[in-house]
Nanobody, 122 residues
Framework: QVQLVESGGGLAQAGGSLRLSCVASGRARYGMAWFRQAPGKEREFVAAISWSGGRIDNADSVKGRFTISRDNAKNAVHLQMNSLKPGDTAVYYC?????????????????WGQGTQVTVSS
């Protein structure tokens, strides 16, 4: 069973930055992603990165502001969030899938972290 542990959430002002991190147990070649879920809304795709790091996909809403990266030596994936907006407020979830490819659908990911709250004030 893969365990994902997120860290780095918190409160930021609009225009500010936060950096989320997620560490995975095990040594499989996981494709990793970040999703988010705001109150009363469905969980939505934010960004994904392949095992090699050579393939990255970002949601249109975060392009140019968020950057996903990974450090395979530490089994970690990061999400650098800049130019934050109040609309980015949500619980952010780290997700992993056994095939190291990039996907956008929630159902493509078998493993999930417990989530970390990000709140952006105006």
């Amino acid at each position: 069973q893969v365990q994902l542990v997120e860290s780095g959430g918190g409160l930021a002002q609009a225009g500010g930055s936060l950096r989320l991190s997620c560490v995975a147990s095990g040594r499989a070649r996981y494709g990793m992603a970040w999703f988010r879920q705001a109150p009363g809304k469905e969980r939505e795709f934010v960004a994904a990165i392949s095992w090699s790091g050579g393939r990255i996909d970002n949601a249109d809403s975060v392009k140019g502001r968020f950057t996903i990266s990974r450090d395979n030596a530490k089994n970690a994936v990061h999400l650098q969030m800049n130019s934050l907006k109040p609309g980015d407020t949500a619980v952010y979830y780290c997700a992993a899938r056994n095939l190291g490819l990039v996907e956008r659908r929630v159902e493509d990911y078998a493993y999930w972290g417990q989530g970390t709250q990000v709140t952006v004030s105006s």
